[in-house]
């Protein structure tokens, strides 16, 4: 009996954790729909001038200038990646409003934008579980475009903004994106360090003040384990190459950098976890480099990019202690 007795224990101390866990989840779940809600509220802003860093449609960068500049002083330049998983759907318009948050804030700004996966859903759509729960949308990405892109947008930049906008100091640039984008201004950061045979190498460090990645996919084996976005990182890879292109892309990969390097991450990110972040922190610190990691409670994945968000102004002070 007194075995029967702690069974009944066992498994009624077990179904109250489990329902405990459900209710966490779906409380989770709750609070990411009204903060990914808040953040796309905001009416997208239109640039001051837009420019072409190439002959493809997407090969854009919006250009914000300061709204209160000092004449005698010239702004930095903080160049913002948008997320979106890397996904066509989501492109620059929905982090327009970060941008010009960040113009209000005294920086120039350069909103990005790059190839991302087909327009059109592929006969193996997968789920997006960000911006979209429930959503079916296309793969991930584009290899090597969507790294072509970055690659040449970063290496016109210098150029395009001593034309489009004087008010800009681009010796004081910081590259900042979110989600997707985060991992692509790690990369971006990094590519002094990728192999002989790519592309994209630079023979020396980019010549940046920092980086601030907002919950970056930093690690792609960790994303993977954790199923970030549905896969998004082995589509963009490409199905079968995920462990032959890891060095060319993944930036945990890439390391150390040599360029301060700071990540702002969400505790109850439930989008990109925390544990990706984290992953990213610890292999630079294996490689004897300290990154930043700051962890924000009680906030998920979108607070970062939206300007109603205490997060976001945590944001705008991190980038500021790196470009002034």
């Avoid at 489990?18 to 905001?42: G, I, N, V, Y």
């Avoid at 960790?222 to 082995?234: I, P, Q, S, T």
């Amino acid at each position: 009996m007194q075995d029967d007795d702690a069974a009944a224990q066992d498994d009624a101390a077990d179904g109250a954790a489990a329902q405990r866990a459900a209710a966490e989840r779906e409380a989770a779940l709750q609070r990411d729909a009204a903060q990914e809600a808040s953040a796309f509220s905001h009416p997208p802003v239109d640039p001051d001038i837009t420019a072409s860093y190439g002959d493809h449609p997407d090969q854009v960068i919006d250009f914000y200038a300061p709204r209160e500049p000092d004449p005698a002083v010239p702004a930095p330049l903080v160049v913002v990646l948008h997320g979106g998983a890397w996904r066509a759907p989501y492109d620059r318009r929905h982090i327009t409003p970060f941008a010009d948050f960040l113009a209000r804030r005294g920086f120039a700004v350069a909103n990005v934008e790059y190839r991302r996966g087909a327009a059109a859903p592929e006969p193996h759509s997968v789920p997006i579980p960000a911006q979209g729960q429930g959503a079916t949308g296309p793969i991930a990405g584009r290899w090597p475009d969507t790294f072509d892109d970055i690659a040449a947008a970063l290496d016109a930049l210098p150029a395009l903004v001593r034309e489009k906008l004087p008010q800009a100091d681009p010796r004081r640039t910081v590259v900042t994106g979110h989600s997707a984008g985060g991992h692509l201004a790690l990369w971006a950061a990094a590519r002094h360090l990728l192999p002989a045979d790519a592309p994209w190498r630079t023979d020396r460090p980019a010549a940046l003040r920092g980086v601030v990645a907002l919950a970056p996919i930093a690690d792609f084996q960790v994303a993977e384990k954790l199923d970030v976005c549905a896969g998004a990182a082995r589509q963009l890879l490409g199905e079968g190459k995920f462990a032959e292109r890891l060095p060319y892309a993944d930036p945990v990969h890439l390391l150390p950098t040599g360029i301060a390097t700071t990540l702002v991450q969400g505790r109850t990110d439930i989008v990109v976890p925390q544990a990706v972040a984290e992953s990213y922190a610890d292999a630079a610190a294996k490689a004897g480099e300290v990154v930043g990691l700051t962890l924000l409670e009680e906030v998920g994945h979108f607070p970062p990019i939206d300007p109603a968000a205490d997060a976001c102004a945590v944001v705008a002070e991190e980038i500021a202690q790196l470009a002034w």
